[in-house]
């Protein structure tokens, strides 16, 4: 063999080395691409779950089907606390959803056609996700008697007239019911009943078309309904019914101002253009919901907590930290960031649903959860059974923990975290998987083209900063995977399979591993959290502490004083006959310890002498009470002898800067979702 040959054979190896190092190079591009995304791929279609059917706009993200999610950790112990508690019973001491002569059993009935729904959303939805056989029975007979009352107009469930116009807004209320059912049992009655019910709304003149208050102000609810419909039967009329209901739903549109300023129907019925957005496509709709949020919050919302002070109604002039939401006005708020998480897929939505999830929510119930408060505040010195009027909009017993707390609340509160633990994984349009909340659960989903796998999630979040995710799939499976970098973390970090991924995760968006997914990877994220000071210069320059997604509160020795929950409820109360209210007290607390401090804050560094101490997970997996809470901050204060109760028996409102002030001192902050009372907005004092 000559030298030309030879060399004519080693470059044609070389090629071909080169062309096999160059492929494999390729391939591997091709199985894991690592990058940042402010949105998921919506281009494309989900061929494994129903999204919006054209010429609906495709959802950023879609819910799985009631029931693919089992939370663990806290969450799972809220739920189990929730059956166990006042959700799970209130069935047997709620008057109101008494069966006899009930408007949801009988025709003509006299009482619960409000109540039943609102208690049904969370009830039913906490049976499906636990699987629990027994509450899947006692929901039945409900979902049940709503079939049964189908008349042959179309028209279902109780008929309330005001001023001679026909009532739907408990209807709205039980077509979300309807439709949780129909995910967990492919019911059909449920698509007919809501067909004909539908037919029946566009048939009714506009005139005679949520004319009342509340089914005004809340038809949004109704609109989504109407699009869950039409997503699965594509019928034509339902475009036309959508529309409207738009024009006959109250005007949240307005730039500056609301339709009306209460506090449900503000956390409710801010989204209802971004829905409407959803069938008309104009922007201007969705900026619409993005302003009306906005827009309460400059001036009542002026507070931590992710709510507003607004006691029942927002009032000019009242709006100091001391002022509250109701519990009804927590729940619908997460339920309203949840759906607008999935309408633009914009992580603001999952971060402020945490943010009142985590810090205001949890403080509005008992520990054991059999007794909730109407409202709650960011800073909560007293929870008594007083009138505290007009320092609150409420006259009556609106601050102690009752049973009943009040009839709206009573029933309403149990969506919260069931609806919760619903949108911890979501659906992307790419055929992928989202995690936009995070907390342990395992989720059983399908991706690509069909192929269902388990995302097993585990973590102590927001308690801890790591999170450990295990994809398990009967074979390989490519598709992306979409983790949330909040907007506070700024040195997160994935891992995959114990390896650290080459890329500086950018806070407020997603990173996006699309990868051929193998039965047991492993992901890893961190979300370092550190220290944070907000300022609140609407409230004369207070400020709040933030750890990550926390909100710390002062920590405050709390005296539980038990009470007749007979003699303390609120007057609208009623008990079901034979129900022993000896095993449903109410709580009145008090404080043991000081609780008017100004935080002391280095004028160069605020946050200097802050010391972050880290505790023991709680065994029973319940991190939210002042004893068990996992996390403690030491910093310093010093009281101010002026700030007390005042004249109405309520915590004063913020002192002025330069009020006098005693020694130093050292304090404790606590996370503000464990602290039954709290001043969670201090006034500021530089050193």
């Given at each position: 063999m000559n030298t030309v040959t030879r060399l004519t054979q080693f470059f044609i190896g070389a090629l071909i080395l080169a062309g096999t190092l160059i492929s494999c190079v390729s391939k591997e591009t091709r199985q894991e691409e690592i990058s940042m995304k402010d949105r998921p791929d919506y281009t494309q279609t989900n061929v494994n779950y129903i999204g919006n059917r054209s010429p609906l706009k495709s959802s950023n993200f879609i819910k799985l089907p009631v029931g693919s999610i089992q939370p663990e950790g806290w969450v799972k112990k809220y739920l189990e606390l929730q059956k166990n508690g006042l959700t799970g019973h209130l069935g047997e001491i709620s008057a109101w959803l008494g069966k006899e002569?009930?408007?949801?059993?009988?025709?003509?009935?006299?009482?619960?056609?409000?109540?039943?729904?609102?208690?049904?959303k969370g009830y039913g939805n906490l049976a499906y996700i636990l699987k629990d056989q027994k509450m899947i029975d006692e929901t039945r007979i409900w979902i049940e008697g709503a079939f049964d009352s189908q008349q042959a107009n179309g028209f279902f469930g109780p008929a309330n007239t005001k001023n001679g116009k026909p009532e739907l807004w408990?209807?709205?209320?039980?077509?979300?019911?309807?439709?949780?059912?129909?995910?967990?049992?492919?019911?059909?009655?449920?698509?007919?009943?809501m067909t004909n019910y539908f037919k029946w709304q566009l048939a009714l003149p506009d005139d005679q078309f949520l004319e009342d208050y509340w089914e005004n102000s809340r038809g949004g609810d109704n609109l989504l309904s109407v699009y869950w419909l039409y997503n699965r039967t594509g019928e034509s009329f339902l475009l036309e019914l959508a529309e409207k209901i738009h024009r006959n739903t109250a005007d949240w549109t307005r730039p500056s101002t609301l339709p009306n300023w209460h506090n449900v129907n503000v956390a409710q019925c801010f989204r209802e253009p971004a829905s409407y957005y959803v069938l008309s496509g104009d922007s201007a709709f969705l900026q619409a919901s993005y302003n009306a949020h906005n827009l309460i919050r400059r001036t009542f919302g002026q507070?931590?907590?992710?709510?507003?002070?607004?006691?029942?109604?927002?009032?000019?002039?009242?709006?100091?930290?001391?002022?509250?939401?109701?519990?009804?006005?927590m729940v619908e708020q997460m339920a309203s960031d949840e759906i607008m998480l999935c309408i633009t897929g914009d992580p603001f939505w999952a971060e402020h649903c945490e943010e009142v999830a985590f810090n205001t929510y949890p403080a509005a119930v008992m520990p054991d959860f059999k007794a909730l408060r109407y409202l709650t505040c960011p800073n909560h010195t007293v929870s008594d059974a007083q009138n505290h009027h007009p320092g609150i909009d409420n006259s009556g017993p609106f601050l102690a923990m009752n049973p009943f707390s009040s009839r709206c609340c009573q029933h309403n509160h149990a969506q919260g975290w069931p609806y919760y633990s619903e949108y911890l994984v979501l659906a992307t349009p790419d055929n992928g998987a989202a995690i936009g909340l995070y907390a342990a659960c395992k989720a059983t989903l399908k991706v690509a083209n069909g192929q269902e796998i388990t995302i097993d999630e585990q973590t102590n979040y927001p308690f801890g900063e790591e999170i450990d995710f295990t994809v398990n799939t009967s074979k390989e499976t490519k598709f992306p995977l979409y983790l949330r970098i909040p907007s506070w973390s700024n040195q997160a970090e994935v891992a995959i399979n114990g390896k650290k991924v080459n890329i500086d995760p950018t806070p407020g968006k997603y990173v996006c591993i699309n990868r051929i997914w193998k039965d047991g990877d492993k992901v890893n994220l961190k979300l370092p959290m550190q220290l944070a000071i907000r300022t609140w210069q609407a409230n004369k320059n207070s400020v709040s502490v933030?750890?990550?997604?926390?909100?710390?509160?002062?920590?405050?020795?709390?005296?539980?004083?038990?009470?007749?929950?007979?003699?303390?409820?609120?007057?609208?109360?009623?008990?079901?006959?034979g129900a022993d209210s000896e095993k449903w007290p109410s709580y009145e607390i008090f404080s043991k310890s000081p609780w008017n401090y100004a935080l002391v804050l280095d004028s160069k560094d605020p946050l200097k002498n802050f010391k972050v101490i880290h505790k023991e997970w709680p065994s029973d997996d319940f991190p939210f009470t002042t004893a068990s809470v996992p996390l403690e901050v030491k910093a310093t204060g010093r009281q101010v002898p002026s700030w007390t109760l005042d004249k109405y028996g309520l915590c004063g409102v913020l002192p002025e800067i330069d009020a006098p002030k005693a020694a130093k001192e050292e304090i404790t902050l606590i996370p503000m979702g464990a602290a039954r009372l709290r001043i969670s907005a201090f006034p500021n004092l530089k050193e």
């Amino acid at each position: 063999m000559n030298t030309v040959t030879r060399l004519t054979q080693f470059f044609i190896g070389a090629l071909i080395l080169a062309g096999t190092l160059i492929s494999c190079v390729s391939k591997e591009t091709r199985q894991e691409e690592i990058s940042m995304k402010d949105r998921p791929d919506y281009t494309q279609t989900n061929v494994n779950y129903i999204g919006n059917r054209s010429p609906l706009k495709s959802s950023n993200f879609i819910k799985l089907p009631v029931g693919s999610i089992q939370p663990e950790g806290w969450v799972k112990k809220y739920l189990e606390l929730q059956k166990n508690g006042l959700t799970g019973h209130l069935g047997e001491i709620s008057a109101w959803l008494g069966k006899e002569n009930n408007a949801w059993l009988t025709n003509g009935g006299d009482h619960g056609w409000e109540e039943v729904p609102y208690w049904l959303k969370g009830y039913g939805n906490l049976a499906y996700i636990l699987k629990d056989q027994k509450m899947i029975d006692e929901t039945r007979i409900w979902i049940e008697g709503a079939f049964d009352s189908q008349q042959a107009n179309g028209f279902f469930g109780p008929a309330n007239t005001k001023n001679g116009k026909p009532e739907l807004w408990a209807q709205m209320i039980m077509l979300w019911c309807l439709q949780s059912y129909y995910e967990y049992t492919q019911d059909e009655r449920v698509i007919s009943l809501m067909t004909n019910y539908f037919k029946w709304q566009l048939a009714l003149p506009d005139d005679q078309f949520l004319e009342d208050y509340w089914e005004n102000s809340r038809g949004g609810d109704n609109l989504l309904s109407v699009y869950w419909l039409y997503n699965r039967t594509g019928e034509s009329f339902l475009l036309e019914l959508a529309e409207k209901i738009h024009r006959n739903t109250a005007d949240w549109t307005r730039p500056s101002t609301l339709p009306n300023w209460h506090n449900v129907n503000v956390a409710q019925c801010f989204r209802e253009p971004a829905s409407y957005y959803v069938l008309s496509g104009d922007s201007a709709f969705l900026q619409a919901s993005y302003n009306a949020h906005n827009l309460i919050r400059r001036t009542f919302g002026q507070v931590p907590g992710g709510m507003f002070g607004a006691d029942e109604n927002a009032r000019m002039g009242y709006i100091d930290p001391r002022q509250g939401v109701e519990t009804c006005g927590m729940v619908e708020q997460m339920a309203s960031d949840e759906i607008m998480l999935c309408i633009t897929g914009d992580p603001f939505w999952a971060e402020h649903c945490e943010e009142v999830a985590f810090n205001t929510y949890p403080a509005a119930v008992m520990p054991d959860f059999k007794a909730l408060r109407y409202l709650t505040c960011p800073n909560h010195t007293v929870s008594d059974a007083q009138n505290h009027h007009p320092g609150i909009d409420n006259s009556g017993p609106f601050l102690a923990m009752n049973p009943f707390s009040s009839r709206c609340c009573q029933h309403n509160h149990a969506q919260g975290w069931p609806y919760y633990s619903e949108y911890l994984v979501l659906a992307t349009p790419d055929n992928g998987a989202a995690i936009g909340l995070y907390a342990a659960c395992k989720a059983t989903l399908k991706v690509a083209n069909g192929q269902e796998i388990t995302i097993d999630e585990q973590t102590n979040y927001p308690f801890g900063e790591e999170i450990d995710f295990t994809v398990n799939t009967s074979k390989e499976t490519k598709f992306p995977l979409y983790l949330r970098i909040p907007s506070w973390s700024n040195q997160a970090e994935v891992a995959i399979n114990g390896k650290k991924v080459n890329i500086d995760p950018t806070p407020g968006k997603y990173v996006c591993i699309n990868r051929i997914w193998k039965d047991g990877d492993k992901v890893n994220l961190k979300l370092p959290m550190q220290l944070a000071i907000r300022t609140w210069q609407a409230n004369k320059n207070s400020v709040s502490v933030n750890y990550g997604p926390l909100t710390l509160s002062l920590k405050i020795d709390e005296e539980y004083v038990k009470k007749d929950s007979r003699a303390t409820a609120i007057y609208d109360s009623r008990w079901q006959e034979g129900a022993d209210s000896e095993k449903w007290p109410s709580y009145e607390i008090f404080s043991k310890s000081p609780w008017n401090y100004a935080l002391v804050l280095d004028s160069k560094d605020p946050l200097k002498n802050f010391k972050v101490i880290h505790k023991e997970w709680p065994s029973d997996d319940f991190p939210f009470t002042t004893a068990s809470v996992p996390l403690e901050v030491k910093a310093t204060g010093r009281q101010v002898p002026s700030w007390t109760l005042d004249k109405y028996g309520l915590c004063g409102v913020l002192p002025e800067i330069d009020a006098p002030k005693a020694a130093k001192e050292e304090i404790t902050l606590i996370p503000m979702g464990a602290a039954r009372l709290r001043i969670s907005a201090f006034p500021n004092l530089k050193e």
